[in-house]
């Protein structure tokens, strides 16, 4: 059996959506009443739960504050049941504390942190089930939980990933898309400003292709980023609309 | 965008997974029709006037393939006639799943404009969607969401037309499903109905696959193949090494053997032998097959003999016959060989082959034997009732099924080629049978090319070296119009020489990845027939813009030398550069400059210089054990008007062609050496592997048989006992040892420098070598251009030439098509040199023996370059009495032994009596047997007279 043909002549992907489509997102805020912000995140079969507790004191040893500015203190891990094969994840294995520290350098650059000096946020993400863009999906739910824990932020941080294929960007990749081989590209964007957060990529890829595919990753973040305004702003009427009563 | 989800589970090995994946549906698909104004397409493909004329559907309609007669009846689907056809993608899914070479056709016919072939998304349109039902197999939902969507189709027209005349046509051969459809409302035939119900194309009904169910009626009831196991069966048994996986290569010379090549690695066994029919049990060359072995007193020595499937008709009585006297062969345990038989096949490798017709004995017939042109093919038979008209004609024929009970396997017919024996229907099969890709360039291809008039830029000048002054020149054989190769060499103020080599700069003009670059990469290779060149790229650039003709100026990719009078180098130099050719000589008049004492211009001073550093640095060369081999070659003298060979000629070699030679090895190899040294991983270099010591028996064996020894250790050491085997009144001994010499050679092969670490070139003795000296007929030196233009910082470099697997799946092809086009070419040979002696009738001449067979010897004609096999076992008559021995190898005829590069005469002539294999016959003369001498009663008089005269 031949592999599986990522983009068919037509311009259509294994699950129907053209070069250029996201999957659909679905999000909601305040999920959790003990948190100080959570957010639950659905990019197509991707489901990623975000909490933030913070800014509080330092935790631990004093020696990890840092006296101009917020530590920003990531987690990530995906659940047993995430993938199709069950599989015992324990905690700080490579993968995920890899992952945390593009978590933490993705929100050290967006959080405000020299608005507290001295104290800590921690952001925790558990993916729920995995199928393709992990790390976008942890990046765009916890944006949603700082923003619910209201804790300043330059702007929002949309993340997506974009892959290549037969020459073309193909923008939000699926797990069948991700493993098929190709070049992955994970993208973190500040979209007013059009500042990059963080850009991760793993595969070879050669140079005159990159421009357009950070292009079109970009081009996917700025579309995210309007569905991530449209569920605040939803939850803010809601919320308004409790208090008015 | 709706959207909405399938689950789909999955099992991989062992493991249940489920695996979910999404699936949206869409409302933005298109019908793709010209007639609806309500979808928003940008170009329909279908017409609104769509008229295929059928007795079955007087109105226009479109028409939908199920997956089987896309699977079967791609020859129906690929012709000009049928257009207008919807493919469904979950026809075009499974069809990519079951076959890949009609995936590839059935593509190729959605990308061609004039079919009006529209691939409908039906699996992603909202409406045409179906989930799969509880109880449903997959194959009923795909069929059942092939109905519904020609019901979508047959609505969606309906309302678009206002009832009007346009239609759809479901075709499928499975019962059910049509009986289904009916019932759904569509209008539905079976794929042999409605090709038989269009008018005016009688031979379209030739093309139609046989469905299993017909075959019946075509074939006996007799069952004479076992029955192939299932492939689970196959598979288990070849894990626990019950069975051996291998590809099948029929014997050219006894269809009734055949070998397997197992080529898994770590096996012990990695051929097996096969014989007789039940063992081959319906294989067809090159398929990949499962193999039972034999218990090793079962085991048979590969017999000599060399049998042919002439049976007049499909009899399959007189079988049994030839089997025994295969069997019977007196075994010797020495060469016994892994023997067993064909239990199932993996893969089928049927193309469609070239061949002729044998009209069936029965006159109103409609089902006859093909026969390839291919001796390793089986004949085929197909149902046609066009017959008389194909008879004489060569024709293509594609393999549709061997049922267990027919003893031929069963075909439909494809393509008329035109007549046998016409020039150009021989060259057409030919370069079918060898894959020469030899259409005309499309348009694709031309639009790439650079306009006309074209010249030379500012810009070029900027970046480029300008030689136009120095004084080159260019040599080549008679009538070249691709030159792609100058010299020159001139004397410099400090006393040193100059050399340069400038070759065309036709990657200028091919930039990657365009589509001109995509066909020369597949075409590989400029293929040169008789009288026939088959460009690699297109003629304004083989023959005219990259061209190094003599006065005009041209861009070249130079390489420039300095040398002292011994030629040693003293520094290399790579530039692009502009050069205006100063002469464009032959080797003839190269040679004649060279000569002529009174000649004292730049460029004969030029070709001095040149040849005397060619003769130090041939000498150095061969000093360190390069090899000089040799080929009969000859060429043709073709009749300008009728194009028909009038004369034969062994091709001279000149002291300039050597020189020409030293200097592009020169090129080669200092190229070679600055890419490799540049691009580790990803130079694409040209080695020459060591022959295994086995391959050398046969020349070690005869040289022994006039006494001489010739050591094989190493090149150095087989050129020097090459050059000091001579043998007194026998000039002729060392080419011939040299020809053998030849043969027991390795295939010299393009590689990628990163996938392999042997890069020694054996022949020429050098460490590591490339091609780079002939662009424009092979695309090896366009790549070696790219690699060299960014090591020295000329051009950009793109992502394919530096990624080493890419590159290596490049060298195969470039190996593949290089191989291919030398067989076209000795096939070209062959083919003219039967013309030629067609045309001379019988001719005596003298010849040496090249090889003893045990039923055979075979002859070389030194005059003609022409290589043929003396029979000394008639089917009429009785054999006469031989005996053969491999040590000599000799054999004995009656009471004269023939031995290797024995003197014969024979008689040359041309055995028409086979008009698919025409033949150069050869009967011997001298020695004289009696009984065999001459074996052909025809040329029994001309024969005896020159007898006499010597």
């Known amino acids: ?245 | 965008m709706l959207k909405s989800k399938t689950f789909v589970k999955k099992t991989r090995s062992g493991g249940v997974l489920k695996i979910v994946r999404e699936h949206y549906l869409r409302d933005d698909i298109w019908c793709g029709s010209e007639v609806c104004k309500e979808c928003k397409d940008e170009a329909p493909v279908l017409q609104e006037h769509a008229c295929i004329e059928s007795n079955l559907c007087s109105y226009p309609h479109y028409l939908i393939p199920d997956t089987n007669v896309v699977l079967h009846q791609i020859d129906i689907l690929e012709d000009p006639l049928i257009r207008n056809v919807i493919i469904l993608q979950i026809v075009l899914q499974e069809v990519r799943h079951r076959s890949a070479p009609v995936y590839k056709r059935i593509k190729d016919a959605i990308h061609e404009k004039e079919k009006h072939f529209y691939t409908f998304t039906n699996e992603h349109h909202r409406e045409t969607f179906i989930e799969r039902e509880q109880g449903e197999s997959a194959n009923d939902r795909n069929d059942r969401a092939i109905r519904v969507a020609a019901k979508w189709y047959t609505d969606h027209l309906a309302k678009k037309t206002n009832g009007g005349s346009l239609k759809v046509v479901l075709l499928t051969d499975d019962r059910s499903n049509k009986e289904k459809a009916e019932q759904y409302g569509l209008i539905v035939y079976r794929c042999e109905e409605y090709i038989k119900s269009l008018i005016g194309n009688p031979e379209l009904m030739d093309r139609l696959a046989l469905k299993p169910d017909d075959q019946n009626e075509i074939t006996g009831s007799k069952l004479l193949f076992p029955e192939h196991l299932p492939l689970s069966r196959i598979q288990s048994g070849i894990k626990n090494g019950m069975f051996l996986q291998g590809t099948f290569h029929a014997n050219r010379d006894n269809y009734l053997e055949g070998k397997v090549f197992i080529n898994r690695e770590g096996e012990e066994i990695n051929e097996v032998l096969l014989q007789g029919l039940q063992n081959l049990n319906r294989a067809v060359h090159q398929d990949v097959v499962a193999v039972e072995l034999f218990p090793k007193e079962h085991w048979v020595a590969p017999s000599s003999v060399v049998l042919q499937d002439d049976s007049p008709n499909d009899e399959d009585a007189e079988e049994d016959e030839t089997e025994n006297k295969l069997k019977g062969e007196p075994s010797d345990s020495s060469v016994l060989q892994p023997t067993g038989r064909v239990v199932g096949i993996i893969k089928r490798n049927w193309r469609p082959f070239c061949g002729m017709l044998s009209q069936s004995m029965i006159k109103e017939a409609t089902r006859h034997l093909f026969t390839p042109a291919d001796r390793r093919i089986p004949r085929i038979r197909i149902e046609t009732r066009q017959a008389a008209n194909l008879v004489g004609q060569r024709i293509m024929v594609a393999i549709d099924g061997w049922p267990k009970n027919s003893r031929y396997p069963n075909g439909h017919f494809v393509k008329n080629l035109g007549s046998a024996g016409d020039k150009e229907t021989e060259t057409e099969v030919l370069l079918l049978e060898h894959d020469v890709p030899h259409q005309p360039f499309s348009q694709a291809v031309l639009s790439f090319l650079p306009k006309m008039p074209w010249s030379i830029t500012e810009e070029d000048l900027k970046v480029r070296a300008d030689l136009r002054h120095l004084c080159v020149c260019s040599v080549d054989p008679p009538g070249c119009t691709d030159i792609d190769d100058t010299l020159h060499c001139r004397e410099l103020e400090n006393g040193n020489l100059e050399v340069g080599v400038h070759i065309a700069d036709v990657s200028h003009f091919i930039r990657p990845g365009n589509a001109l670059d995509q066909e020369a990469a597949s075409r590989g290779t400029t293929v040169y027939l008789c009288g026939k060149r088959i460009d690699m790229v297109p003629e304004l650039l083989s023959s005219n813009l990259c061209s190094l003709r003599s006065n005009v100026e041209r861009l070249a990719f130079s390489c420039i030398w300095e040398m002292n009078h011994n030629a040693e180098i003293l520094k290399a130099h790579f530039t692009k550069s502009i050069i205006n050719s100063k002469a464009s000589l032959t080797y003839a008049e190269a040679q004649m400059r060279i000569d002529d004492s009174t000649m004292k211009d730049d460029i004969t001073k030029s070709l001095r210089g040149l040849n005397r550093l060619a003769k130090i640095l041939k000498g150095r060369r061969i000093a360190k054990g390069a090899l000089t081999l040799s080929s009969p070659e000859v060429r043709f003298h073709i009749d300008s008007e009728t194009h028909d060979p009038i004369d034969l000629q062994s091709k001279e070699l000149k002291e300039t062609n050597s020189m020409v030679e030293e200097f592009m090895l020169l090129a080669n190899i200092s190229v070679a050496q600055k890419i490799y040294d540049e691009f580790s991983e990803c130079a694409l270099l040209r080695k020459h592997p060591s022959p295994p010591p086995s391959n050398y028996d046969i020349l070690i064996k005869a040289a022994k048989s006039r006494d001489l020894n010739i050591h094989t250790d190493s090149a150095k050491a087989l050129a020097d006992s090459l050059n000091n085997a001579t043998v007194e009144n026998f000039p002729y001994f060392n080419t011939l040892l040299r020809i053998l010499a030849t043969r027991c050679m390795m295939q010299a092969v393009y590689f990628c420098s990163g996938m392999d670490s042997d890069f020694h070139h054996y022949g020429l003795a050098s460490p590591i070598y490339t091609h780079f000296t002939s662009p424009i007929r092979r695309y090896a030196d366009i790549i070696v251009h790219r690699l060299l233009a960014v090591a020295i910082n000329a051009d950009s470099t793109y992502p394919d030439l530096m990624d080493k697997h890419k590159q290596s799946a490049l060298c195969n092809n470039l190996n593949y098509r290089h191989k291919m086009a030398q067989y076209a070419q000795r096939a070209s040979v062959a083919f003219h040199t039967q013309l030629f002696f067609k045309n001379k009738g019988i001719i005596n001449e003298e010849g040496f023996i090249l090889f003893v067979r045990k039923n055979a010897i075979i002859i070389l004609i030194p005059k003609f370059g022409l290589e043929g096999a003396v029979f000394f076992d008639n089917k009429d008559k009785p054999s006469p009495h031989l005996s053969f021995d491999s040590e000599g190898p000799t054999l004995k005829v009656e009471e004269h032994t023939f031995r290797m590069f024995d003197e014969v005469k024979v008689t040359i002539s041309l055995d028409a009596s086979n008009i698919q294999h025409q033949r150069i016959r050869m009967a011997l003369i001298e020695p004289v047997i009696p009984g065999v001498s001459v074996p052909v009663p025809e040329s029994e008089p001309e024969a005896k007279k020159p007898k006499l005269d010597c």
Do not use: W
Not at chain 1, 43 to 68: C, F, I, M, W
Not at chain 1, 76 to 83: E, R, V
Not at chain 1, 148 to 177: K, N, Q, S, W
């Open chain 1, 1 to 245: 059996m031949a592999g599986l043909e990522l983009l068919s002549d037509q311009g259509y992907r294994l699950d129907g959506r053209k070069a250029s489509e996201l999957r659909k997102v679905q999000a909601r805020t305040s999920v959790f009443a003990q948190a100080d912000g959570s957010a639950y995140l659905e990019q197509g079969n991707t489901k990623a739960l975000a909490v933030v507790y913070g800014p509080h004191e330092t935790r631990g040893s004093r020696s990890k504050s840092l006296h101009d500015r917020a530590v920003i203190n990531c987690q990530y891990s995906m659940a047993t049941f995430s993938t199709a094969e069950r599989k015992r994840r324990p905690h700080g294995d490579r993968k995920s504390s890899e992952m945390s520290l593009h978590l933490k350098q993705t929100f050290e650059a967006a959080v405000l942190t020299e608005l507290y000096p001295r104290s800590q946020i921690d952001i925790y993400v558990k993916i729920l089930q995995a199928d393709g863009g992990n790390y976008s999906a942890c990046v765009n739910a916890a944006t949603l939980a700082l923003v619910d824990a209201g804790i300043p932020m330059r702007d929002y941080v949309c993340a997506c990933t974009a892959g290549f294929v037969e020459d073309t960007p193909l923008a939000d990749l699926c797990h069948a898309e991700e493993s098929g081989g190709g070049t992955s590209l994970a993208l973190a964007l500040l979209p007013r400003s059009g500042n990059i957060a963080l850009l991760q990529m793993d595969a070879r890829l050669h140079q005159d292709h990159l421009d357009a595919l950070i292009e079109a990753a970009m081009t996917a973040c700025k579309g995210l980023s309007k569905v991530l305004d449209g569920v605040v702003r939803q939850h803010l009427e809601e919320v308004s609309v409790l208090i008015r009563d």
